[in-house]
């Protein structure tokens, strides 16, 4: 049993965090990779249908469960881990590095979990974990957004566990399994709670407030795990809610539009992050086999090309560190390696023929049109034109092709993230020209043909018309020196007010009470110093309780004890 439960693709990742302090600095990046790559090696050497089962009171919990859908999600996971790591191959920071693993772990914990006690588990590791990948930049900004985040996950996971616990006290049963299209109190909490790690608006701005904040290596882990595994919560617990089908196409449509707004280079990421979750839980709210298929395609090449383009963004970073399109412009020449391998990743979450991003997020929006969803087709091939304005001609234009802004120095990166991006951008690439390479494994049959003449002609018509619309507007398209408010105004704004209610005037009112007691304390205790000046008002104020005898004590002992026992008595 015990073997068994160290075997665990999620243990072994996280066991990492625990073993790395032991190692020396020099040996801790190439030892951060075998964790996650033992992880890969062992989730499959697992059968499907295989599960561990750990006695836990009257339950019995299931830490370990894989399928098709399972297996998919936790390759791709410990895939990033991989190639995160070798992008932070030169990082000698301890806790960044404990934190990924322990992130990357929580991640693949809540995708082999088959209880709802073991996700809960592994969803709140990957919680306080991530934050520190925002703490660890150590500004006054990054601490305040850091706090934020955790705070907003700690309430999705309340919400989150009040259901789980309400859902068993009405079934009985602990196993994570798909819940009924009904509107019951634990679902409805569940789903709250999932929408939240989904970035599902107005649940979302926690999304683009934290992950522009976190450090240059950070950003790639965040952009991977968490939104993706809530997005794997789905598939398993929600397939066929029809709300998620409009949610998803707000979210598609949302992001773009917010892309707009915002001038830092990994804020817009981060918005092209909400948008493309949007496809996916749109394709769960579909809840056909097609759909499913599309979403688990699409989240396992979202993670490829999102980590790639915040490797991309996170180089500028380091490299200059600017981050703002206004602050940027005209050092291509200077990056050409960062620009191509960036640029892979733009073409792929684009949907560009030959790129992941167009065997995956096609096969969504296919699926729409084959559940005769028109309506939902049409937003969501809008929202890619969208995408690829923003992600593919916006930001690598003002980044690095436009005029510059001011003055820049370009400095060198490591080659360690030029590899990384290199591995990123082939995997985007052999999955998108060998589709089948990743079909194969996606939880239902897959007979769809993405490289049709009609498809192909429909995705080149979108992506040349909207290059010729960026190339007419880009004066208007360059970025705003400006903060882009969003739902975060309705909690940021009333902070100080609820603070002031929830925080100041509660402990104004504990405080008065500490000091009262306090007092009442000392104010007894200077009486009891001596008590028979106030027990007999006729002795001698000389006489001092030290000095009493000792039947004296033993009296007194007595009748403060009959006291104490009659007060009890008489209140209780």
Known sequence: MIVDLLLMPAVIVILGAFVLPLIPEKLRSPAFLLFPLAALGVLWQLPDGYSLTVPFGSYELTPVFVDSLSRIFGTIFAMIAVIGGIYAFHLKDLGQQTSALVYGGGALGVTFAGDWFSLFIFW???????????????????????????????????????????????????????????????????????????????????????????????????????????????????????????????????GVVYAVLANDIRQILAYHIISQVGYMVAGVGIGTEMALNGTTAHAFSHILYKSLLFMGAGAVLYSTGKSKLTELGGFASKMKAVVFLYMIGAFSISGFPLFNGFISKSMVVSSAGEAHLEVVMLLLILASVGTFLHTGLKLPYFTWFGESKSDITVGPIPFNMLVAMGIGAFFCTLFGVYPALLYQYLPYPVEYKPYTIYHLVEMIQILVFTYIG????????????????????????????????????????????????????????????????????????????????PAMEVVMSFVLLGFLIFAAVYFL
């Open 124 to 254: 709140e590791l990957m919680a306080v974990s991530s934050t520190y990948l925002i703490w660890a930049r150590r500004t006054q900004e990054t601490n305040e957004a850091g706090l934020r985040y955790l705070l907003v996950h700690i309430f999705g996971g309340g919400l989150l566990f009040s259901g789980i616990l309400w859902h068993i006290s009405q079934t009985g049963s602990i196993t994570v399994e798909s819940l009924p299209d009904a509107y019951t109190f634990s679902s409805v909490l569940i789903l709250l709670g999932v929408a939240i790690n989904s970035a599902i608006p107005p649940l979302h701005a926690w999304l683009a407030d934290a992950y522009p904040k976190a450090t240059v290596t950070g950003a790639v882990f965040m952009s991977a795990f968490t939104t993706k595994s809530a997005v794997y919560v789905l598939v398993r617990v929600f397939p066929g809610w029809d709300i998620l089908i409009w949610f998803g196409v707000a979210m598609a449509l949302y």
């Open 470 to 549: 960026f190339w007419i507007l880009r004066k208007k398209l360059e970025g705003d020196p400006k903060i882009a408010l969003d739902t975060d105004w309705f909690y940021r704004k009333p902070a100080p007010t609820v603070r002031k209610l929830f925080v100041n005037v509660p402990n104004a009112v504990y405080g008065w009470f500490e000091d009262t007691v306090l007092g009442i304390a000392r104010f007894l205790s200077e009486q009891f110093k001596n008590p028979m000046t106030w027990l007999n008002p006729f002795t001698s104020k000389e006489n001092r309780a030290a000095g009493y005898s």
